[in-house]
């Protein structure tokens, strides 16, 4: 093997705090916490979401929409899919699918299934989201472009 066990052992942790990282989108939207949205982005960091950029401050915001409150009112639950993750240094590109569930009086329905490409960068010791691209599954090839070929360029 060419990477020592330090190198080895580095990118497991950077893995796993990736993953963690992510993780915690789902239960911070579904809390409205706008607090710990704003933890897991960049100050710079950005979020397109189909037609609609939110870059610094405007990201945590998004819990503010009364699209999402009206989630929230309803009862929801932002579920995300285990992300493949692609090291590079202190950068990193994941990709995961998204479901967001709205109860509607006795069940529950799907009412966004996205594929999502998510750009992150290690600063000061800890992983941050510098953009996170959400298309719709809806057929488009845009949304399964974002699906494919995560590797970094060189």
């Known amino acids: 093997m060419s990477s020592s066990l330090e190198e080895r052992l580095q990118a497991v942790e950077d893995h796993l705090a990736i993953m963690n990282l992510l993780a915690a989108y789902g239960p911070a939207a579904d809390a409205a916490d706008s607090e710990a949205i704003a933890e897991l982005w960049h100050p710079e960091g950005s979020y397109t979401v189909d037609a609609v950029t939110m870059v610094g401050d405007e990201v945590p915001a998004l819990v503010e929409w009364d699209a999402h409150r009206d989630y929230l009112a309803a009862g929801c639950a932002h579920v995300l899919s285990t992300p493949r993750v692609t090291l590079q240094g202190d950068r990193a590109h ?61």
């Open 94 to 154: 994941a990709v995961n699918h998204s479901i967001v569930l709205r109860h509607d009086g006795n069940e529950w329905a799907a009412v966004r299934v996205s594929a999502n490409r998510w750009e992150l960068e290690r600063v000061a010791g800890s992983w941050k989201v510098r953009h996170r691209t959400a298309r719709l599954l809806n057929g488009s090839g845009e949304a399964r472009d974002l699906l494919r070929g995560i590797d970094l360029e060189p």
